[in-house]
T-cell receptor
Framework: DAGVIQSPRHEVTEMGQEVTLRCKPI?????LFWYRQTMMRGLELLIY????????DSGMPEDRFSAKMPNASFSTLKIQPSEPRDSAVYFC????????????FGQGTRLTVV | AQSVTQLDSQVPVFEEAPVELRCNYS??????LFWYVQYPNQGLQLLLK??????LVKGINGFEAEFNKSQTSFHLRKPSVHISDTAEYFC????????????FGAGTRLFVKA
């Protein structure tokens, strides 16, 4: 398996623009997570899905952020409109279960909003 | 409140020296414990995990960690580090609260010097 695949690896956009980050989880993994990593706040869980259904989105910072998982092999995280403070590395991760099972992380998308 | 504290933000060490990266957690419920490593421009990878049983767990790359329930600690150790161990290390705790919630520590940057 190729692991968790994220695209793009880098994104630079202007404030106010819409940004869409994409993720393909490992086949057979029922859980998908979106994390944000910044120097100030570390690694934060934004939202996670189980069998394509959002389970906990309490970490989504604002209504500008939305996430979807239309099928088992694809998820998106959208920011509209983007702001400079959204600049961070966004990670997607997947796992077979939660609890006693580790998550497998993608390489991340480095987002810069100017 | 549940929390994970990594006591050192940076640990410089000479090559072939031993190292210990400290992690303490606070939780009123049962936990699963993980250590992840993040190399530059990469996602997180699992080093090792403690689920139950023997409190000393061994992971990849010669790392090991010991779970101490009374001290609520899960310190990571390696007897002899290599330059290639230079990376950021994250302690993570998954709480069994009915559902599962994973909390990551702020990370410890290990810098191995020649």
């Amino acid at each position: 398996d190729a692991g968790v695949i994220q695209s793009p690896r880098h994104e630079v956009t202007e404030m106010g623009q819409e940004v869409t980050l994409r993720c393909k989880p490992i086949s057979g993994h029922d859980y998908l997570f979106w994390y944000r990593q910044t120097m100030m706040r570390g690694l934060e869980l934004l939202i996670y899905f189980n069998n394509n259904v959002p389970i906990d989105d309490s970490g989504m910072p604002e209504d500008r952020f939305s996430a979807k998982m239309p099928n088992a092999s694809f998820s998106t995280l959208k920011i509209q409109p983007s702001e400079p403070r959204d600049s961070a590395v966004y990670f997607c991760a997947s796992s077979r279960q939660v609890g006693n099972t580790e998550a497998f992380f993608g390489q991340g998308t480095r987002l810069t909003v100017v | 409140a549940q929390s994970v504290t990594q006591l050192d933000s940076q640990v410089p060490v000479f090559e072939e020296a031993p190292v210990e990266l400290r992690c303490n957690y606070s939780s009123s419920v049962s936990v699963y414990l993980f250590w992840y490593v993040q190399y530059p421009n990469q996602g997180l990878q699992l080093l090792l995990k403690y689920l139950s049983g023997s409190t000393l767990v061994k992971g990849i790359n010669g790392f090991e960690a010991e779970f101490n329930k009374s001290q609520t600690s899960f310190h990571l150790r390696k007897p002899s580090v290599h330059i290639s161990d230079t990376a950021e290390y994250f302690c993570a705790v998954t709480l069994n609260t009915g559902g599962f919630k994973t909390i990551f520590g702020a990370g410890t940057r290990l810098f191995v010097k020649a």
